[in-house]
């Protein structure tokens, strides 16, 4: 039985999850080796200590060959072998060279535990096999990531660096020049790609959930211009100077022919309140059925993958499919509910699938990360047609790791996608987005009082905001929510809700979208003010009350939307929100300085000339209840600055901005994306988060070795082995020399071994069950009857002294971004800790649970092992989840 700990009851090196069952089948048998007595039974361990391999295979740099010609860079002669080719035979004993036989030498002993593997399938060269040992000696052979677990950053990156100098070395001439330039042209080939698809797909998305959205009211009919039934109102009265002189737009009483005026209201009131029910309810049913990561934003869920962490089928096709079709959806039915986050989630879905087409990128996930943090960019580029706030919104709210050839990358992939909506122009205005709008006139220094004022709001209103959908969050979940089990029925009810309260209020009966539109825009610059914003004199009061309870229903109806399994994100009814306070503000402040123009404070305004004008105080308001509801700051900045194009106006919102934000952190550190990361339990370190840590020595938070599950170097079998991971569900097991001395060895993960021993039972091999397994080099074992797991363990973990101090452990889990880091005293394993661990302590704050020896999250619950964080909420135990630390 293979050996473990003193306390066999103690928990787990990391998170429990089941098996991943993709692994493929086993390499090529090592029975057709013919292997020489002497070489089975040779002293010298073929895989050295000193990180070379025999046969003269290392990773130490090689001499530099002799200059080559001018010509000779590009053109390779067939007469001439290459310098960086197939590695020469090794030595014997004696130092002569073994000559190329039918005999294989230990070189060919080798040759069975390089064997390709998925994993590293293409970083492999039958014609090199030079870059083979830094794995194999290294952090051991890979097959892979199961669904919920972290990457190993570091290795990813080490696997990129090898493929590039494989590539450089076997492409001399001017084929090879071609097939670097081909290699590194991958991404941008991607990039250009994902930007033109997320630019049809918005603009497709705009367009659809226009029409749907206007079809609740009426619908186009050939009357007097041709109009027709597929366009949305905008276009169906295209060249009327307002919606009251358009007869091809008929609403459905009109239709219908009913007369009466209160018939009517009632007819409109039945269709628009049936039309959004049925919008809300086809979309919650396609998230529900097809795809449930395409639910709700997606922006936690993106921050987390950017952050190191596997969620399958997050990126797939089927969810871009479902998100797109049930965002036209949701936009249309009304709902408090926004696209520009869902459509970060698109982009990166685009990214996914074109990255499948190339397998440089798509085989290593630390460059998928790069690539979909550029992608992200083209998001939000499209959604408020605002390609530089993507750029920073990428780097501000969504990445992990941002560098400036990411950067350029982001602005490349951004650009193209507005270039491409702009083609399309779905407005048919010139606009990217609808509510674009261009202001006239300046601000005046006393209007900097009433912007601060609105940049307080803006704070109060995302503290109270994300406070308010937490606690809702966590009804939803609960067992008391009698729709915890029928989502679409509860997407049903709040859209029932949304339409029975909108449709009697003028500004909640239009669309977000047109909405943002007017309350941005100047009174002068509205054509058709059907929605009575722009009414003077004595209405003006009423208009500023019907803006308040507007403001006052969108924040609820908002809070109890953000959450819903439809696909709905949370920046635009921030921005109607803080568009309608600010608004309300700014009406204020005109109405003031109209009937008081002699107070000192407005001095500097000029006669006959409008000194307030009330639509820029929509724009800081929306900037604010951005910047209080998710924290941002300079991204929202530029975004409001590309949407009005006024330079002029980028102090007060900046102002305002800031304000939101110093007081919305007096509130909590968290945003709304951040918050519903901890809601939903992901292992996400935030690097850019500078909150102290808890002062508790390392000792006390990881797991010590008399709490682990080690596996010993030696008295394994194949059998044994099996039952050490039916018995614990850990994702991995630290390698010890034996149970006495604990000289750590190195660490095993579970899907690895599980492969391994699975591959060894095949039937290229058929190893018995009772077949010896170890980990450290047996002079004696016979490879064609033992297993040796050398190959398969990381022999170089991260290792770090069990005195070390938790910020130096949390600034490597974050710098590095490790999955697990082992604790040694003098060489001898003193305890583990892993990324979830370090997670738990610092998301939950749980310091008084520390201190015991075991680790934050080594704790039985109902008898069974390491049930804490993402691993075992009530939630994941629905989903099946399971995490990695």
């Known amino acids: 039985m293979s050996s473990s700990s003193p306390n066999q009851n103690g928990h787990a090196t990391s998170s429990r999850s089941p098996l991943s069952a993709s692994a493929e089948e086993d390499d090529r048998s090592d029975d057709e080796l013919k292997i020489h007595r002497d070489e089975l039974l040779a002293e010298d361990d073929p895989l050295h200590e ?3 391999l025999s046969g003269g295979l290392s990773f130490k740099r090689k001499q530099k060959a002799a200059q080559p010609s001018f010509a000779s860079r590009f053109l390779s002669s067939p007469f001439t072998r290459n310098r960086d080719g197939t590695p020469p035979p090794p030595r014997t ?14 070189h060919t002993i080798l040759s069975y535990l390089n064997q390709s593997t998925d994993a590293g399938a293409g970083l492999q060269d039958t014609k090199d096999a030079s870059g083979l040992d830094w794995y194999v000696e290294g952090p051991g052979r890979r097959v892979g990531y199961d669904d919920l677990t972290a990457i190993d950053w570091i290795y990813e990156y080490n696997k990129e660096r090898t493929r590039l100098r494989q590539l450089a070395s076997n492409a001399p001439g001017l084929l090879g020049q071609l097939k670097l330039f081909a290699d590194a042209s991958q991404v941008w080939w991607i990039l250009v790609a994902t930007g033109i698809a997320v630019g049809g797909i918005a603009a497709g998305i705009d367009v659809a959930s226009d029409w749907m959205g206007d079809l609740k009211q009426g619908v186009c009919s050939n009357v007097e211009n041709g109009g027709k039934f597929y366009l949305s109102r905008p276009f169906c009265c295209w060249g009327t100077n307002s919606y009251a002189e358009c007869h091809d737009w008929r609403t459905w009483s009109t239709r219908l022919g009913v007369q009466n005026k ?38 936690p869920e993106i921050k ?35 696209k520009e986050g869902p459509l970060v989630h698109v982009a990166c879905c685009c990214a996914n699938l074109f990255m499948k087409l190339f397998d440089g990128i798509n085989g290593n996930e630390a460059r998928k990360r790069e690539t979909l943090s550029a992608a992200a960019a083209s998001g939000i ?7 530089i706030g993507g750029v920073l919104f990428s780097l501000e709210q969504l990445s992990y790791y941002f560098p400036d050839k990411t950067m350029w990358a982001s602005f490349v992939c951004a650009m193209v996608a507005a270039v491409t909506l702009q083609a399309f122009d779905p407005f048919r205005t010139g606009k990217l987005v609808l509510y674009q709008v261009t202001y006239h006139s300046g601000w005046h220094a006393f209007e900097l009082v009433p912007f601060a004022v609105i940049g307080i709001i803006g704070g109060l209103y995302g503290a109270m905001f994300i406070k308010a959908n937490m606690r809702i969050a966590q009804w939803r979940a609960s067992p008391s929510n009698p729709f915890l089990n029928r989502p679409v029925l509860e997407v049903a009810i709040v859209a029932l809700i949304t339409a029975l309260i909108s449709f009697p209020v003028t500004f909640l009966r239009a669309q977000s979208s047109e909405l943002v539109e007017y309350l941005f825009a100047e009174c002068r610059d509205i054509r058709d003010d059907y929605l009575g914003l722009c009414k003077a004199g004595i209405a003006n009061t009423g208009v500023i009350f019907i803006l308040l309870i507007s403001a006052v229903i969108g924040f609820v109806l908002a809070t109890i939307t953000f ?3 439809i696909p709905a994100g949370i920046l635009l009814p921030s921005m109607v929100v803080g568009a309608l306070y600010g608004r309300v503000v700014g009406l204020i402040v005109e109405v003031w300085q109209r009937e008081h123009p002699n107070f000192i404070a407005f001095a500097s305004c000029e006669p006959d000339i409008p000194c307030v004008t009330p639509g820029t105080y929509a724009v800081i308001g929306a900037a604010s209840a951005l910047a209080g509801s998710t924290r941002m700051t300079v991204s929202i900045v530029v975004i409001m600055f590309e949407l009005t194009g006024a330079l002029t106006y980028v102090l007060p919102i900046m102002i305002a901005v800031m304000l939101s934000k110093w007081v919305g952190d007096a509130f909590g550190k968290r945003g709304i994306y951040e918050s519903w990361i901890h809601f939903q339990g992901y292992p996400f370190l935030d690097n850019k988060d500078d909150a102290p840590v808890p002062d508790v020595p390392v000792a006390q938070i990881t797991t010590r070795f008399d709490d682990l599950i080690c596996i010993t170097a030696t008295g394994h079998t194949i059998e044994s082995l099996r039952d050490l991971l039916k018995e614990h569900r850990f994702r991995g097991f630290p390698v010890v020399s034996d149970l006495r001395d604990v000289i750590l060895l190195g660490y095993i993960s579970r899907t690895e071994l599980q492969f391994a021993l699975d591959s060894a039972a095949s039937a290229s091999r058929s190893l018995a069950e009772t077949t010896e397994c170890y980990f450290q080099h047996q002079p004696l074992a016979d490879p064609t009857i033992t297993l040796d797991l050398r190959p398969w363990m990381d022999q170089t973990p991260i290792t770090l002294s069990s005195r070390t101090s938790f910020q130096l452990t949390k600034d490597m889990f974050e710098k590095l971004g490790l999955r697990y880091v082992i604790f040694t005293d003098r060489g001898a394993l003193a305890g583990l800790l892993t990324k979830k661990d370090l997670w738990y302590v610092l998301d939950e704050g749980e310091v008084g649970k520390v201190g015991h020896g075991a680790g934050v999250l080594r704790e039985e619950t109902d008898g069974r092992e390491d049930e804490r964080g993402l691993l075992h909420s009530e939630e994941n135990d629905r989903d099946g989840r399971g995490g990695e630390g």
Do not use: H
């Open 381 to 387: 580029s499209v959604a408020f047609g605002s390609p």
């Open 563 to 565: 959450g819903l399994q």
């Open 50 to 52: 000193n990180g070379e």
């Open 304 to 338: 987390t993958v950017l952050g190191g962490f596997v969620i399958r089928r997050f990126l797939g096709a089927w969810t871009l499919v479902v998100k797109s079709l049930g965002l036209c959806l949701a936009v249309a039915s009304g709902m408090w509910l926004g």
């Open 262 to 299: 209160g018939g009517s209201y009632i007819i409109e009131y039945v269709f628009f309140v049936c039309l959004s029910v049925l919008f809300a309810a086809c979309a919650s049913l396609l998230v529900n059925k097809y795809s449930l990561y395409a639910k709700q934003s997606g922006i």
């Open 93 to 106: 004993p004696d130092g002569a060279r073994t000559p190329p036989g039918p005999n294989p030498s230990t």
